[in-house]
Each structure stands twice: as C-alpha cells, then as structure tokens.
C-alpha cells in the first residue's frame, strides 16, 4: 500500500518470510491496531489462531480489534471451558488492563479451534455472547483455515509470490563507485535521479516516478554494473530479470512468469527491475518462428506498459541491457516503454585507473605506474582490464613457485599481460560499424556513430 510506513511494510515482508511465527505475526497485528487498520488486524489475529488454536495473546487481540467490550476477554477465569482434549493453562493478562473476572454463563461451550474467533467475544456478566453477530462481522475477513495464501484479503499479495523471486534490498553501490562515464551519469541523473530528489519539481513538470532505458555497448563495459548503481541512487530495490528465470515448457507458463515478476516490483517499490540480455527476452517478432517466444514479448510489452498492474508501473524503473540493440523488438523501443537508449562504451582513462586500482588493491604489487598502463589499455573493456591483472598475477605467482621466494607484481608484468591480450570490443565495434553506418533509422544510433567518427573508426 502506498500509504504504509516502512515499519509496516517491514513487517508485512518478514510476516510473509515466516507465516508460522505466530509471535511476530502478532506483533505485526498490534502495530496494525495502533494505526487504526482494525480489519488487518483482525485477520491477522485469525491467522495467528490457526497457527496456534486457543493462544490467548491472539484471543484477546481480535477481541480488542473487534471493538468488544473490553470485559469479554480480559479474564481468563470467564472463558468457557475448553475440551478435554485441549486443556488450556490460564494465562495471567497482563498488568496494563486488570479487571476483575466476570462470571461465566454455562450454557455455550467454545467450539474446536478454527479461523473464527472462539472464544474471543464472551459477554460481560449477565448477558450471552451473539455469535452469529461476530460471525456476520468478520465473515469477509477470515478466510478458510487452510487457505495457502492467508494474506490475499488484505490485497498484499501472497508471500509465494514474495519468495518467488529475488528482490535485492537497496544496496551500497552508487554511481560515485563507477569510475569516469561522466556522460553516462548525466543522461541517468536526467532521466531518474533528478526527478526523484526533486518532488515539488516533478510535480510541477509532470513527470511521473516510471520509466525505462537501454542500456547497450560492448559486452564486459559494466552495464549491470550501472544498473545497481541507479538502485542505490533511488534507494531502490533490486529485481534481475532473464531468460532463465522466464522461459517455461509448459504453454503461458513464461508469460505468467512476466506477469509475476513485474507484480513483485509493484509491490517491493520502488523497484528497479534490470532485464539481462533484452535481445533474447525480447527478440524481434517477426524473426521469431515460436508462438512462445513471440507471447513472451507480447507479455512484457504489457507490463511496460502497466495496463495489468493496477495502479500502474509508478515506482517502477527499468532497466535493460543488450549487446545487440539491433535485434531487439522495436515496439519496446518506442516512447513510454524503454524509450531512453544509452550508449555504455569501454571505459575512458579515469574509469581504467579506477578499475585498476580495484583490482589490484589486495594483491602484492610494487611501484606499479598506472599512467602507462592506463595508456596501454585504450579500449579495454572492464573484463579486460581484470583479465590483465589476473594474467600478471600469474606470471608472478609462478616466478615465486620456481625461485622459491615471493616477488612482486610490477609495471613489467601488468604491461607484458596487456600486449597479449586484444580488446575485446573490437568484434562489436566492428558489427556495430555497419549498423551505425547504413541501420540508423530515426538517429537511433547517433551516439555510436557519434564515437566512431571520434575514434576514426569509419
């Protein structure tokens, strides 16, 4: 719910975590209560009476919830006698509200355990209890003992849907961590970040908390990388999305998997929802020969558009990144769905420095100059300039192996590792020349041939 605190919402997720920890769901009822969420918190106490049929906590919860008189379940002496079966100890309540007990009519015993509240509603002294009033009173709210989702009342969702997929709680990368890509960081403040640090400015310009871009570049230049950061700039959680997680042998199977995926981050907003490797999630229809593929797009076309969510997509923002932009859909492409594109290249001299340095923080290094090597590896990607340091650590292990004595990595081992290994962006930029060059209708490409005419590779 929009309007929950995060307390509640914290609550609801660690109830639906654990549905038979009857203590904590009780918890969660009292916190309810005390926000005026009567119905909730009735449900909850029914729950929690199934979980553990005659506790006294939850009888006298319900009862409070109910708005009875406060006499009817504040003494356990005037309860009616439970089953032989059932023994129940008398529970001492607690010192916040005494009240003498009231004596009990002998003439209604409480039922066998169930979701209505048994015996939750014994009258004050003299007077009977109207079961079928309370029965009529909670009828809409308590659902069957053995339902599986004992939270779908309340609209919440059920907690296998919660569990189904891994949400990643907001978490500590910002895009500070992502060295260089200035301009990257630039269309990402535009596009997201602004507007969800500015409230009144939205407000006035109208734009709304949804949205979607592409990502795309060479593969290895940190796309994923990027879309964790933007989860943390918003204090978002984290939804990764691919073909694994989607594709299912049994017909509209995977585009229930769509459909639930994007409920999860309705629910868990706001929510960044990174969908990997778009051209195989959303493949061009008309090169696709399988029904099942083509409903898959068709799904996700859907949901970007959040006509079966509700409220909508608001608080959702995704992301996606493709090798390959070429082969995706174009309906995906178009405004209002993933509308903004972004060209991630190989990272620039201080994104390489920055890289390095990470990747050589814990190894054993000495008198390493960063300004040759950061020379020498123009156009490596991020996995290649992990590789490079890898490759060095290598050859200096196995020096140290044979002489018998540790020797560190130095500038000659990190550069000798760089002139064996080839860019690895050098193929896509390669196949990302023809397209830029004789494929880029309506400018979709302009930023590529933009950096190719840069880089003299036209």
């Known amino acids: 719910m929009a309007d929950e605190s995060p307390l509640i919402r914290s609550l609801r ?8 920890d009857v203590p904590l769901r009780l918890h969660f009822a009292e916190l309810l209560l005390s926000e005026g969420r009567n119905d909730e918190a009735v449900a909850e106490a029914a729950v929690a009476l199934q979980h553990a049929p005659g506790d006294a906590d939850a009888r006298a919860l319900m009862v409070r919830a109910m708005g009875l008189p406060p006499a009817a379940g504040a003494a356990p002496a005037g309860r009616a006698p439970e089953p032989a079966a059932r023994p129940e100890p008398p529970a001492a309540e607690p010192p916040a509200r ?19 509240p048994a015996a939750a509603g014994e009258a004050p002294a003299g007077a009977s209890f109207d079961w079928d009033a309370a029965e009529e009173q909670v009828q809409d709210v308590v659902g ?111 585009e229930k998997n769509i459909h639930d995926i994007f409920e999860t981050a309705r629910r868990q907003a706001p929510c960044v929802v990174f969908l990997d490797e778009l051209d195989a999630l959303g493949a061009k229809r008309s090169r696709t020969h399988h029904s099942g593929l083509r409903n898959v797009v068709n799904q996700l076309l859907t949901e970007l558009d959040g006509i079966s969510g509700g409220a909508g997509n608001e608080g959702v923002f995704v992301l996606a990144a493709t090798n390959v ?134």
């Open 13 to 20: 997720a660690a109830v639906a975590a654990a549905p038979g």
């Open 98 to 116: 005494p009240e003498p007990p009231a004596p009990e009519p002998a003439a209604r015993p409480e039922p066998p355990a169930g979701p209505a």
């Open 325 to 458: 932009p070429w082969d995706v859909d174009i309906a995906l492409r178009r405004p209002g769905r993933l509308d903004r594109t972004l060209l991630v290249l190989p990272p620039d001299a201080t994104a390489r420095e920055a890289i390095l340095r990470y990747h050589l923080r814990e190894r054993p290094i000495e008198a390493v100059d960063l300004g040759k090597l950061v020379k020498a590896t123009e156009d490596f990607s991020g996995a290649d300039l992990a590789h490079v340091c890898e490759t060095a650590a290598e050859a200096a292990l196995l020096d140290s192996a044979r002489s018998g004595s540790v020797r560190l990595i130095t500038t000659k081992d990190l550069l000798g590792a760089a002139k064996q290994l080839k860019p690895s962006t050098e193929p896509w930029f390669a196949a990302a020349r023809n397209v830029a060059m004789f494929a880029n209708e309506g400018g979709l490409y302009d930023d590529l041939l933009a950096h190719l005419k840069r880089k003299r590779k036209l």
């Open 144 to 254: 069957p003992r053995f339902l599986e989702d004992p939270q779908a009342a309340e609209g919440s969702g059920a907690a296998g849907d919660v569990d189904a997929w891994d949400v990643d709680a907001p978490g500590a990368v910002r895009l500070a961590d992502v060295g260089g890509m200035d301009e990257v960081k630039d269309r990402l403040e535009a596009a997201f970040l602004a507007p969800m640090r500015n409230p009144e400015l939205r407000r006035l310009y109208g734009k709304s908390l949804r949205g979607g871009l592409l990502l795309y570049g060479p593969p290895g230049c940190g796309k994923t990388f990027i879309a964790r950061a933007v989860a943390g700039e918003l204090g978002a959680n984290f939804l990764t999305v691919s073909l694994s997680d989607v594709l299912d042998m049994w017909i509209g199977a995977s």
